[in-house]
């Protein structure tokens, strides 16, 4: 027999052991191979394509690169550790330590080639539609043609196959340095009762309450500073209470004898002591690759889907005006109800609001950086402010002769820019008027995007009075109940009206159409990269269930012969394999949360839908894992049995 045919029989007497690892790197290939397809497309480097899309394509390219070094790595280790015992019984009969690294080098070529030649070929199949979904993303004028170029075909498979092959050859020489009788007595080597710390324990709470205090309550002003504090607290936090807390919760069920001596729960626990304790590492990184894959696609996918809430939210009309005098007003509100009966979307009466543009003179040293403070306001009346308050259902106000409200640009701009009561100076040519501030507001309720001051009705029509007219302006708004059709609708308007006049209008489509298109391809792009993060934390739970089989093989054996049922066992190889398989999960699960919770307080907006949406396909996606698990070692300690 040579080593060839050798090798091709060790491959299939360790079928299950290397099943998911073939699948997890096919899914790896495949998609690398499909970004390399786009990357070389010969129509990618044309003019009309946005270079930021390439770019993200590359930094994929590069983040699966290295997340698959990581990957394989760990694998390769996982595999060979669970194989000591027979390289140490090929060793003593007879085998030298050459033969065996050349047989295993051949396995290791054989899986290689097997699982890249797939990967790729999927990756033909798929490219296609991958190109149609990026068509429609990008809006390409024509559709991208079929073509792979022989750059993608070569990189994928040369990068995969190299890494492979290096990357086998580390486990390879720590496995040729280790004696035959440690490779024997690898699995029968007795286990010391596992110990934990209380201080380590309680060191461990103190670093997870500082991480999520510190991403609760100040994630959102102090995000930069505080971004390093929070993982380093976390990341500490979360591998102590692998290593020490659950070691701590098991022996405290332990103490519970109600619980304890129930049924089958005296060998769950006993026994999940032990796997915890020799799995905490895995788990451990389980758990904070689950919490980066349910953040970025919570985060990718509340920015895509929250696009809508932050257009009405920061745009509050559909179209708006700023027209100099009534007269433009006019022409600008014929030409959108024009367009849109052409197009037939139905809009509103038009309405106008009389305002002025005013410098604001007033400044104050402190803790507001000067960036921050107004350089120009928008000023109305208080019935104008309170008539769009009630329309939108925000707070209205009343205010006092000599006194006025602040709304900021934005709702995230939420930190005073003056104390209150300050007295605010705002001028137009020689025209000054000064007030005193009651309140600050963050957010307008206009589509201008400045600040804009509210002053009381005879105060404002006081100075509407004098200042110049060049300050004066007509604000028109018009509203569209379907205002996600009226981009077409909106191109009618512009090419109607004179140039000099499409800085004045605003619309609530435009800036939605154009953040919600940079947001859907890098949701599209971070799922694919979050997808293979996930299959990687499902791997490793994986490989850890098939590199403990044979001791689990001869506990089930011990066990079967003191009268132990077969449903005895599966129920409690079914509950150690749910704690392991789920616990990372929830831990990462709650990590995420706190991540998001900052995510929405950035935004401005409620992300717990989006998050508990992401979290719940997640959480399917991990028990569809966990029950193909579960029937694959059920299956082999069966067939052992």
Known sequence: MTFRRIARSNIKGNLYRYLTYYASTVCIVMIFFMY????????????????????GMILAEYIIII??????????????????????????????????????????????????????GLGFLFTKLFFMVLDVLLEMPEPLAFIIAPEALGLTFLSFFILSQLLFLVPLW???????????????????????????????????????????????????????????????????LFTQGSIAILYRLRHNRRLFYNRTNLLIVSQLIFKLKDNARVLFSVAILSAVVL????????????????????????????????????????AVSSAASKEGIGVNTPERIIMLTMKVVTKVSGNVPPFRQPEEAHVLSVRDFNHRAERLGTPTIQLESGEMLLLTPYRQLTDPVYPVDTAITFTSGAVSETAKLK?????????????????????????????????????????????????????????????????????????????????????FLGVFVAILFFIAAGSMIYFRLFTELQEDRAQNMALSR????????????????GIIFFLPFLIGSIHAAFALKTLGDILAISVWNYGLLVIVVYFIMQLIYFLLSRHMYFRQIHRAG
């Open 36 to 55: 390399a397809a786009f990357i070389f497309h010969p129509d990618v480097a044309t003019a009309h394509f946005r270079p930021s899309v390439r770019r």
């Open 67 to 120: 997340f698959s070094f990581f990957f394989m790595l760990y694998s390769s280790s996982a595999f060979l550790t669970a194989r000591k015992k027979e390289f140490g019984l090929l060793n003593l009969l007879g085998m030298s330590q050459p033969q065996l690294n050349r047989l295993l080098i051949y396995e290791s070529i054989i899986i290689s080639v097997l699982s890249i030649g797939t990967g790729i």
């Open 174 to 240: 720590r496995v040729g340095r280790t004696p035959i009788i440690e490779l024997l007595r690898v699995a029968r080597q007795p286990k010391q009762m596992p110990v934990y710390s209380k201080w380590l324990i309680l060191f461990s709470l103190f670093c997870l309450g500082a991480g999520y205090g510190m991403a609760w309550w100040g994630g959102k002003d102090y995000l930069f500073i505080l971004m390093l504090p929070i993982l380093v607290a976390t990341i500490i936090g979360t591998y102590f």
């Open 295 to 334: 953040t970025a696609s919570g985060t990718f996918y509340t920015m895509f889907a929250g696009m809508k809430q932050w257009a009405e939210l920061n745009v509050p009309d559909t179209f708006s005006f700023l027209a100099k005098n009534e007269d433009d007003a006019a022409r600008f509100e014929q």
């Open 439 to 523: 309140e600050q507001r963050a957010g307008t309720n206009l589509n201008l995007f400045t600040y804009t001051i509210v002053l009381p009705d005879s105060d404002f029509a006081a100075l509407h009075a004098q200042v110049p007219p060049s300050s004066r302006h007509v604000y028109s708004v018009l509203n569209a109940e379907k205002w996600q059709k009226t981009k077409q609708l909106m191109t009618l308007v512009r090419s109607e009206l004179p140039p000099s006049w499409q800085k004045d209008i605003a619309t609530r489509i435009e800036p939605y159409l154009e953040e919600r298109d940079s947001y859907a391809l890098t949701l």
């Open 562 to 577: 003191i009268g132990m049922t077969e449903e005895e066992l599966k129920r409690i190889a079914t509950v150690q394999i």
